[in-house]
């Protein structure tokens, strides 16, 4: 399966219907436990030797619906192997849990989702984690802060910044990485696994919020890629014993499913979510816009070098602050405000004030998550009724638009 195409690895992979009553669709196996032939074998699994057919005893470990999704997911990031959890925030504290120790350093992007920057500020130090925020787009500041350490434990970036949109080089971070014995540990949601697989480019361990683009936003889930060795260690310790946040069968069952419509739906968000950046880029009450499929992205470079699909989301800064951004949210009849991404829906964010409000006024300033920013997660709608929403919302607000300058 391996030699496949992702597209058909992201329908065939993992699944055998010979191994389950030839069933096309792959069965869900709701059960919290597994019954033993014999109390012998009851003993061997629990001593890690266990008996062919007898490798399952309770779904909080494993289960045989979520284990062909973890084999379907390996395949489509180039790993050894894969573990589900029931959240992306599930699967980063994870991994946090599992490699992180009192006295650990951890370095991380400035640039990450709201709820990791929490964990890592506000909780990871609780812990006695020593957590240094770096700009990831400026490698001299991160080589200077890994000097600081006589040991890393781990590096922390997300391949497409969340919410700026920018890229990080994911190359030359595995080479600091490598150089400080360090994990280097990707959040790849914002790629995709059809975008990018960080681990070829030599990180260590890949994280996705599963909630976005794999399942398509139907429900909360998340999921870990890496070594034989890794992911044995996450799911022994990460998943069975610190979080115990697995993934319920049924959502197993319907990431296997969101994930066979998975490249129609990731190249359709990437081609409008270029063609409505196009339109916004002239727009006058629009300063900039930040889209990977546009040659006028800050590091378009960078975005070839990472991306084989542009991503869909469009980061805008508008020519205005607060108040303008809600004049133009306001104004949306088909675009959802909401947050999260990579849905069938248009989605807009307003990131200072939803995802990142955890972010103090000193770190969105750091993080440039300014009161202007507006995130957009294009959707699979027709693109003349997303580009006609955006200008009635545009055209509707009552502020005078200024000269177009830079963000
Ligand atoms: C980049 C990124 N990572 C992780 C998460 C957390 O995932 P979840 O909401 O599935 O717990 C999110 C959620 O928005 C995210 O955007």
């Known amino acids: 399966m391996s030699e496949m195409h992702p597209t058909t690895q992201c329908i065939h992979g993992g699944y055998n219907p010979g191994e389950h009553n030839h069933a096309a669709n792959v069965p869900i196996y709701l059960t919290s436990t597994f019954e033993f032939d014999s109390a012998e074998a009851c003993a061997k699994a629990f001593a ?6 007898q490798t399952h005893f309770y ?6 619906t979520n284990e062909i999704l973890e084999k379907r997911l390996a395949l489509l990031e180039h790993a050894d192997a894969a573990a589900v959890f029931g959240s992306g925030m599930g699967a980063i504290a994870g991994v946090f849990w599992t490699f992180l120790k009192q006295g650990s350093v951890i370095i991380s992007s400035n640039r990450v989702y709201g709820c990791t920057h929490a964990l890592l500020s506000h909780q990871l130090t609780k812990f006695g984690v020593t957590v240094e925020f770096v700009d990831f787009t400026d490698l001299k500041k991160v080589e200077e802060v890994c000097a600081k350490y006589p040991e890393i434990s781990m590096i922390y970036g997300e ?41 070829d480019f030599g990180a260590d361990i ?27 260690q996450i799911k022994s310790v990460g998943l069975k014993d610190c979080t115990g946040a697995v993934l319920d069968p049924v959502a197993a069952f ?18 409008n979510a270029t063609k409505l950046a196009l339109f ?4 006058k009450k629009i300063k900039t816009v930040i889209a990977t499929g546009l040659e006028s992205h800050p590091q378009f470079e960078l975005c070839k070098k990472y991306l084989r699909i542009p991503n869909g989301l469009i980061t805008i800064y508008v020519n205005g602050g607060f108040n303008e951004c809600c004049q133009i949210m306001n104004k949306f009849k088909l675009a959802l405000r909401a ?9 807009v964010n307003h990131p200072a004030s939803m995802t990142h409000s955890s972010y103090t006024d000193d770190e969105k300033a750091e993080s440039g998550i300014s009161q202007n920013m507006i995130r957009i997660s294009v959707g699979c709608e027709d693109i003349s009724d997303i580009i006609k929403d955006f200008e009635q919302a545009l055209e509707e607000t009552n502020w005078k638009a200024q000269k177009k300058d830079s963000q």
């Not at 890690?48 to 057919?53: L, S, Y």
């Not at 779904?59 to 045989?64: T, V």
């Not at 971070?173 to 959040?187: E, M, N």
């Not at 947050?339 to 989605?347: C, D």
């Open 48 to 53: 890690g030797e266990p008996e062919p057919g």
């Open 59 to 64: 779904s909080r470990m494993s289960n045989p």
């Open 159 to 199: 391949t497409v910044q969340n919410p700026s949109n920018d890229i990080i080089d994911i190359e030359a971070l595995s080479k600091i990485s490598k150089a400080h014995h360090s994990k280097l540990v990707i959040d790849n949601t914002f790629a995709t696994p059809l975008g990018c697989n960080p681990l």
């Open 206 to 232: 890949v994280i996705h919020s599963a909630t976005k683009y794999l399942i398509g936003g139907l429900c909360i889930a998340g999921c870990v890629m890496g070594s034989f060795a890794d992911i044995a």
């Open 254 to 271: 319907m990431m296997l499913n969101q994930i066979e419509t998975l490249d129609l739906r990731v190249r359709c968000m990437s081609d």
């Open 280 to 283: 916004l880029q002239n727009h």
């Open 339 to 347: 947050v999260s991404l990579g849905k069938t829906h248009t989605l």
